[in-house]
T-cell receptor
Framework: DGGITQSPKYLFRKEGQNVTLSCEQN?????MYWYRQDPGQGLRLIYY???????QKGDIAEGYSVSREKKESFPLTVTSAQKNPTAFYLC?????????????FGPGTRLTVL | AQKITQTQPGMFVQEKEAVTLDCTYD???????LFWYKQPSSGEMIFLIY??????QNATEGRYSLNFQKARKSANLVISASQLGDSAMYFC???????????????FGSGTRLLVRP
């Protein structure tokens, strides 16, 4: 079955530590995205990538970094510079880059800073 | 300014009845896509239905239909014959150009929590 996987499902981090969230897709989609969701709110775009070895900042990129070395993988690192990292993180992908392309989501990673 | 507005933080509906979830949007671009997603308590975002800005007819997918009124910039989701499993958060989203490159990004509303009563 094609889909998007994220790991881990739950992640706990001590203050001052960097952590990396995994996102893998086998849909052969070109574009991938990372979103952050805070309780009771909608999703906000952190980073996106249209092709391998290229990525762009979204609306709330500060304190985050990404890489896109393979088409299937788009890991997100939450650095110690992110002031309030506790949130639900969702990865998504689209086949193309048109306005009609549907974004499909992974199951998410819930990050808690202790 | 809010690009996507969902004015109903929470709604109740009786099982087997229909319910309408409101969504208004704001854009000056002629090309855009409107999407509805369902988010159950597990957290995963499930795609429900899509409506393109150039589509002449309202989109339908099973029990879901989209009441698209372009002049009023509204894209309300209608769920017919509600089921207990429909209880979830529902998000309206719009795909519009990023202004930085040739790509589009998805902008989300704040969501509506729907509770279906037995």
């Amino acid at each position: 079955d094609g889909g998007i996987t994220q790991s881990p499902k739950y992640l706990f981090r001590k203050e001052g530590q960097n952590v990396t969230l995994s996102c893998e897709q086998n849909l052969n989609h070109d574009a991938m995205y990372w979103y952050r969701q805070d309780p009771g709110q909608g999703l906000r775009l952190i980073y996106y990538s249209q092709i391998v070895n290229d990525f762009q900042k979204g609306d709330i990129a500060e304190g985050y970094s990404v890489s896109r070395e393979k088409k299937e993988s788009f890991p997100l690192t939450v650095t110690s510079a992110q002031k309030n990292p506790t949130a639900f993180y969702l990865c998504a992908s689209t086949l193309g880059q048109g306005f009609s392309d549907t974004q499909y989501f992974g199951p998410g990673t819930r990050l808690t800073v202790l | 300014a809010q690009k996507i507005t969902q004015t109903q933080p929470g709604m109740f509906v009786q099982e087997k009845e229909a319910v309408t979830l409101d969504c208004t949007y704001d854009t000056s671009d002629p090309s855009y896509g409107l999407f509805w997603y369902k988010q159950p308590s597990s957290g995963e975002m499930i795609f429900l239905i899509y409506q393109g800005s150039y589509d002449q007819q309202n989109a339908t997918e099973g029990r879901y239909s989209l009441n698209f009124q372009k002049a009023r910039k509204s894209a309300n989701l209608v769920i017919s014959a509600s089921q207990l499993g429909d209880s979830a958060m529902y998000f309206c989203a719009m795909r519009e150009p990023t202004r930085m490159d040739s790509s589009y990004k998805l902008i989300f509303g704040s969501g509506t929590r729907l509770l279906v009563r037995p």
